[in-house]
């Protein structure tokens, strides 16, 4: 198998199986045999013996060769004992002691089998509120955040990963200016993602500068207002200042909910890439665009259709078996989750994809080529999900589905999301969903204190082809970030290899539209903008977002929280 030493590592630690006295027992190609073999067997009953091994071939080919990987809890716990393979809930939060704190729990139980959890607190009442039974006062969404928080801190130590929350609140709660501010300090609620929920009446209100109301969600009844753009460049400005809140735009969300009978959708899972009703999970997997590619006419490299095709098919058949062979941790989760069967394919290594078929991410043919190669995927997986409808028959609630009136027989109620692939491309040595690559080439310190230089390996092969490369060279640009001020470096490849913080914020979002008009989820994206970035271009960002249809957006200004993931120049 090609595994870079970085995804070795990485599956080392966390992935693959060990036996009682904590030693790893499994190889990289024994976890992919594991989880095809659990994820085919959802057809025992179905196939023969001999069709059924030929099911656990498909799927362990387009693993091993790293054509498509399930998130991460399938690959650590399908055919373990945990047996929880979705990275995506959301949980309800009631407005009364019991409801938070069987939330709390559920949560817990959740991040135990490394799932990530999505809340909305809009049902809470605001602080200040009258508690009847006790005479007291309630104290508000905010608080109440800072006890899942600890839970989750408290359960990190156990679990296989981190938790991961994301807390949402309306923008019409009367608690919403303490919400914006939750963050300010980069000590606090550090478990949680936050993003403000955003209606349509609200961004009407901005644009005219006017009031607007804010509702107390136990009584229904208005308590207060607020100017709407003040709100507004407070989120900008908290943004500006380390990248939280995100925004969300509900109403939109909600348009594209496929079973509104069975409820409102409230909130999204921890990275916003995906809504879904309280109790609801759903299981994602991406496909690697980066190798469905070919050699074409006039030895052009282009993309393989074909391949494509054959992969979404798989794909789609692989998620909608999860389903059946996933263990949830909740009757309701299991009841929901089996009744609407949703799933979310996506893709990763779109910026590879692009340097390899030489087209710059920030141009009209790459946005061109987003619309083409997802609205191909987003085709092909909802036809394999009408072809296992007629297999397999419809998700359970479809009755209650928009496809109902429209006659259309699906087996699942979405099909598509595009996921940030954190992990997972790394596995698949790829860049991450549709990110453009974050850096050409970094300096990373290993533990024994050497230091290495880590090249993209299409700027490397270019460079070797130009009979450029040298150490020193990648040094200079590990360290600059950028090919713009590096000398020697031929125009066309300064014009070609474009990082994250070359691109305009415009372009970010741009590209983040293609995709979400092929999405029947949301699209996870970062906006990453540079450290000189104003206040204006994040309030851009924020409107750019709104008026080409996006879900929802997430910023984040170079530099601005002190501890950053990823630093241009090195990591440690
Ligand atoms: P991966 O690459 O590991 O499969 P992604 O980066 O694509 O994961 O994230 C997909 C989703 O998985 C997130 O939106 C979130 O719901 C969940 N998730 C990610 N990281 C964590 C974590 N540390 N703990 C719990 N859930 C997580």
């Known amino acids: 198998m090609r595994l870079t030493e970085n995804a070795r590592k990485v599956l080392e630690k966390r992935y693959l199986a060990r036996d009682e006295d904590g030693r790893v027992c499994e190889t990289p190609e024994d976890m992919f045999r594991r ?4 994820v085919a067997s959802a057809d025992k009953d179905r196939l023969s013996e001999k069709e059924l091994k030929k099911l656990e071939e498909e799927f362990y080919d387009m693993m091993v060769n790293l054509e498509f990987l399930p998130n991460s809890p399938t690959l650590m716990n399908a055919g373990r004992p945990l047996g929880q393979l979705s990275a995506c809930f959301v949980l309800p939060v009631e407005d009364t002691m019991e409801g938070i704190f069987d939330s709390v729990k559920n949560a817990a139980l959740i991040h135990k089998s490394g799932g990530g959890t999505g809340f909305s607190f809009s049902r809470l009442r605001p602080k200040g509120s009258s508690v009847k039974s006790t005479g007291g006062v309630a104290s508000g969404p905010v608080s109440f955040m800072k006890v899942f928080n600890a839970a989750t801190e408290a359960v990190k130590q156990g679990g296989t990963r981190r938790g991961a929350n994301m807390g949402i609140l309306r923008v019409d ?15 606090d609620i550090t478990n949680f993602n936050i993003s403000v929920a955003i209606t349509e009446s609200f961004m009407k209100a901005v644009e005219q500068n006017a009031d607007y109301d804010l509702i107390d969600p136990r009584t229904g009844k208005k308590t207060g207002s607020l100017n709407a753009r003040e709100v507004f460049d407070l989120m900008v400005n908290m943004a500006w200042k380390n990248g939280e809140p995100g925004i969300i735009f509900l109403d939109r969300i909600n348009r594209d909910n496929v079973t509104p009978q069975l409820g409102e959708i409230e909130s999204t899972n921890p990275c916003g890439e995906q809504p879904l009703l309280p109790y609801e999970a759903c299981n994602l997997g991406s496909i690697n665009l980066s190798l469905m590619v070919k050699r074409g006419r006039d030895n052009i490299m282009e993309v393989d259709y074909d391949k494509l095709r054959e992969t979404v098919r798989k ?18 989760i299991d009841e929901m989750t089996r009744g609407t069967r949703k799933i979310g394919l996506g893709v990763m290594g779109w910026a590879d994809m692009l340097l390899i ?25 909802r036809r394999m999900s009408q072809e296992l409808a007629e297999e397999k028959g419809v998700f359970p609630y479809y009755d209650k589905s928009v496809y109902k009136e429209a006659g259309i027989k699906v087996r699942n109620a979405t099909t598509t999301t595009i996921a940030p692939t954190g992990t997972l491309s790394l596995i698949a040595g790829t860049s991450s969903g549709i990110e453009p690559l974050f850096a050409i080439s970094y ?26 490369y040298s150490d020193e060279l990648m040094r200079e640009i590990a360290q600059k970030g ?5 000398e020697g470096i031929p125009q066309h490849m300064k014009e070609l290899f474009v990082t994250a913080h070359d691109i305009s914020p415009e372009w970010h979002v741009r590209m983040q539209a293609a995709f979400q008009r092929h999405t029947d989820n949301a699209v996870s994206k970062t906006v990453n903008l540079r450290k000189d970035a104003t206040l204006q271009d994040v309030a851009d960002v924020f409107w750019h977002a709104y008026k080409t249809g996006c879900k929802g957006v997430t910023i984040y200004r170079d530099g601005s929280r002190e501890e ?9």
Do not use: W
């Open 357 to 381: 078929l030489g087209i710059r991410y920030d141009s009209e043919e790459a946005e061109k080529l987003a619309d083409e190669v997802m609205g191909f995927i987003s085709r092909e997986a």
């Open 35 to 38: 989880v095809a073999a659990t």
């Open 564 to 572: 950053q993931v990823l630093n241009i120049g090195s990591v440690k």
């Open 482 to 486: 950028s090919l713009h001020d590096v």
């Open 173 to 187: 709660h009367p608690d919403i200016l303490e919400f914006i501010t939750c963050k300010q300090n980069n000590a």
């Open 443 to 468: 300096i990373k310190y290993v533990m024994d204190g050497t230091e290495l230089v880590e090249v993209n390996p299409y700027f490397k092969a270019a460079c070797e082809e130009a009979g450029l």
């Open 315 to 332: 794909a789609v058949r692989f998620l909608d078996n999860v389903i059946d062979v996933n263990k949830y941790p909740l009757p309701e």
